[in-house]
């Protein structure tokens, strides 16, 4: 079975650019949901994806946006970068069946400079 | 809004102590799921509690859900070094999506 994975790991981009972060969810998931971690707090969720849709969404701005295909992996972009977008950003997988459990990805680590 | 305040955020103890780590809101949660998460990795799944007083242990952990289903508890029975790391409680939320909702997270480190 395979885990969450993430691309890319680390990504440094000046304030101003766009970023495209990718995620493969876990074998058998088909819910792909993103989340922001600053630095010394918890997760924040930023949105969720289902049937290729955007299925709720968490207090972040329309230059969060996001995208799943197919085969159920995902990407999140950012536009207009801002310096406080500089944080961890995770992925987590979920069947959407009713079951609690979301597995997370090692996350991309975003430095805005 | 949903919040879930964890305490303590800071945690140093000696090898073979116990302690518990408590994750408190004011809200009901669907579920309510414990993580631990390495520096630079992403979180790991520990537990899941879904019933109101339910008690799950995995080895020396005991994870338990309040009746009202708006609080949890972790509880470590001698402490290993190998236990250091970032403890974080999640509640489970559906409003369309069913997102988690984090604590602040209690960085726990166990001193040989």
């Known amino acids: 079975e395979t885990g969450v994975t993430q691309s890319p790991t680390h990504l440094i981009k000046t304030r101003g650019q766009q970023v495209t972060l990718r995620c493969s969810s876990q074998?058998?998931?088909?819910?792909v949901s993103w989340y922001q971690q600053a630095l010394g707090q918890g997760p924040q969720f930023i949105f969720q994806?289902?049937?290729?849709?955007?299925?709720g969404r968490g207090n972040f701005p329309p230059r969060f946006s996001g995208l799943q295909f197919p085969n159920y992996s995902s990407e999140l972009n950012v536009n207009a970068l801002e310096l406080d977008d500089s944080a961890l950003y995770l992925c987590a997988s979920s069947l959407a069946s009713g079951r609690y459990e979301q597995y997370f990805g090692p996350g991309t680590r975003l430095t805005v400079t | 809004t949903q919040l879930l305040e964890q305490s303590p955020q800071f945690l140093s103890i000696q090898e073979g102590e116990n302690l518990t780590v408590y994750c408190n809101s004011s809200s009901v949660f669907s579920s309510l799921q414990w993580y631990r998460q390495e520096p630079g990795e992403g979180p790991v799944l520990l537990v899941t509690v879904v019933t109101g007083g339910e008690v799950k242990k995995l080895k020396r952990l005991t994870f338990q859900f309040g009746d009202a289903r708006k609080d949890s508890s972790l509880h470590i029975t001698a402490a290993q070094p190998g236990d250091t790391g970032l403890y974080l409680c999640?509640?489970?939320?559906?409003?369309?999506?069913?997102?988690?909702?984090f604590g602040q997270g209690t960085r726990l480190t166990i001193n040989p």
């Open positions: 994806y289902y049937r290729e849709e955007e299925n």
């Open positions: 074998s058998g998931h088909n819910t």
């Open positions: 999640a509640g489970g939320v559906i409003q369309g999506a069913q997102k988690l909702v």
